[in-house]
């Protein structure tokens, strides 16, 4: 019988890939970094599906859904809330920003300014904004999405490494393969016009993300993990390395990987999977390393070539 998490995450899988065809490997991660309520940067060219991925899977938890479309002239109030003086009650009243809600959409994330950006900082990291010196939590789940678009660079403002470390995962989904472009167009209509039936309910959401956190993970396998992170500090092609974050980071989506495999344990393959989708973004490569075309997730697989596998006595 398929646990918790297992059932959930083939249900929204399953209905994800109805408007995302051919895209098995990309929506797996999307499913884990929501079990591990970890946020995710979707990164690619335009008309590739980010948007789509973003709102199907929104749609497939069936909780709050808002969509931010990050332009320059955006504020910190319109994400995070204003207080408005309300006449009647002759006193202040909070009328929250898009941020309240469990799936955020920030669209073209880097077209916002960095007091935009850091913004969102604060929700990333604890689930809580704080506004006019009061603090309050934000709904569960809750899971920012954020786009970007690597091309159009003009008039866009990079996101700062604090924020980057952020973000659980990076994914790039990639052009579709002849025959999956085909289907689409077959197919006729828009993704974006088929809205999707919720598939599980937030409080599943929930209770798969519980279970998933109590995955077990020996001792040797941990000490591998941390000899990942480790090494991507000690490579000289590396100016700044992975944090203690990306550590832990990497150690939760194992344990959520490894439980919608229908395992209660984490093993060095699930580590291997993950690496680079969960640390190449926080890694800053050299002039030197760019200069050879070795960026930072070529640096992951090769530190993952060299670190040495524990094996079952």
């Not at 929501?34 to 789509?52: A, R």
């Not at 859904?65 to 002759?90: A, I, K, M």
Request: charge should be negative; proline fraction near 7%.
């Amino acid at each position: 019988m398929p646990s918790v998490v297992q059932s959930v995450a083939e249900r929204l899988g399953r209905n994800v890939e109805r408007v995302l065809v051919g895209k098995r490997g990309i929506v797996e991660l999307a499913v884990v970094a929501l079990l591990c309520e970890g946020h995710l940067l979707i990164e690619d060219v335009p008309g590739i599906g980010k948007t789509t991925l973003a709102r199907a899977l929104a749609q497939s938890i069936g909780g709050s859904f808002r969509r931010l479309q990050c332009t320059p002239d955006l504020l910190p109030s319109d994400v995070t809330g204003v207080s408005v003086f309300d006449q009647r009650s002759v006193d202040f009243v909070f009328r929250p920003g898009p941020i309240f809600s469990n799936v955020l959409l920030a669209d073209e994330i880097n077209r916002a300014t960095p007091r935009t950006q850091s913004a969102v900082l604060e929700a990333m990291q604890e689930a809580q904004v704080s506004v006019d010196g009061v603090t309050r939590g934000l709904p569960r789940p809750f899971v920012v999405l954020a786009t970007q678009n690597p091309v159009e660079l003009e008039g866009t403002f990079p996101l700062p490494e604090a924020q980057l470390d952020r973000f659980l995962m990076r994914l790039s989904l990639g052009y579709p393969s002849e025959a999956d472009e085909e289907a689409l167009v077959m197919r006729g209509t828009p993704s974006h016009a088929e809205p999707l039936e919720p598939v599980a309910s937030c409080e599943e959401v929930l209770a798969a993300i519980a279970e998933s956190g109590r995955v077990r993970v020996q001792e040797d396998v941990g000490s591998y993990l941390v000899k990942i992170a480790r090494a991507t500090r000690a490579d000289a092609d590396v100016r700044l390395g992975a944090s203690p974050r990306a550590t832990l980071a990497l150690h939760r989506a194992a344990q959520a990987w490894a439980a919608t495999q229908g395992r209660e344990y984490v093993v060095p393959d699930d580590v291997k999977r993950l690496a680079v989708p969960v640390l190449a973004h926080r890694l800053i490569a050299s002039l030197e390393a760019r200069l050879r075309g070795r960026d930072a997730a070529t640096i992951v697989e090769s530190i993952l070539d060299t670190v040495p596998v524990p094996v079952a006595p």
